[in-house]
């Protein structure tokens, strides 16, 4: 797998906020999710209740996507990243690496009654019109067809 360049990192590191999308039956839904991000794992980690419509959606259909963007009205400083993956509930090792980072980020989480999830992508596409109008990084796996997106 590719290392994600810098720029994506800082981006993620500056929000708190995706918006994450599911699809099941060709019926698609959006949800706003706290997150944290951690680099060593390459996935973003939120919580959620087993009994939410994006949760019920992502146990029929994992491929999900997502959404960060900063809002300005100033077009020279538009950014956004758009992502691609699958999403899970961690595991193992995994979950405690990503409790323990979300937790830090999240304290109050833990008076809550919810999973943790992760999304781990496969495909992130940085808009950054501050590199030049329109300028557009990508990062993916080997695996995405990066032509199609």
């Known amino acids: ?17 995706l918006t994450l999308a599911t699809s ?9 999710c706290f997150y ?17 419509k994006h949760i019920n959606d992502v ?3 994992s491929n999900v996507a ?9 077009v ?3 950014r956004g990243l758009q992502i691609n993956g699958i999403m899970y509930e961690p595991e193992g090792e995994l979950l405690k690496s990503v409790n ?7 304290p109050f989480a833990k008076l809550m009654k919810t999973k943790l999830w992760v999304l781990k992508p496969d495909f992130i596409k ?3 019109n501050r590199l030049g109008f329109g300028t557009k990084l990508k990062w993916h796996t080997e695996e995405t067809k990066v032509d199609k997106i």
């Open 66 to 74: 997502a959404s960060i963007v900063l809002e300005t009205n100033i």
């Open 24 to 32: 099941v039956n060709d019926i698609p839904y959006c949800a706003n």
């Open 59 to 61: 146990r029929k259909n």
């Open 126 to 128: 940085l808009t950054d």
């Open 100 to 106: 323990r980072k979300y937790m830090l980020k999240y």
């Open 76 to 78: 020279g400083k538009i």
């Open 36 to 52: 944290a991000y951690s680099k060593k794992d390459n996935v973003f980690i939120f919580t959620s209740d087993n009994d939410t």
């Open 1 to 17: 797998m590719k290392n994600i360049d810098e720029k994506f990192i800082n981006f993620i590191k500056k929000h708190h906020v």
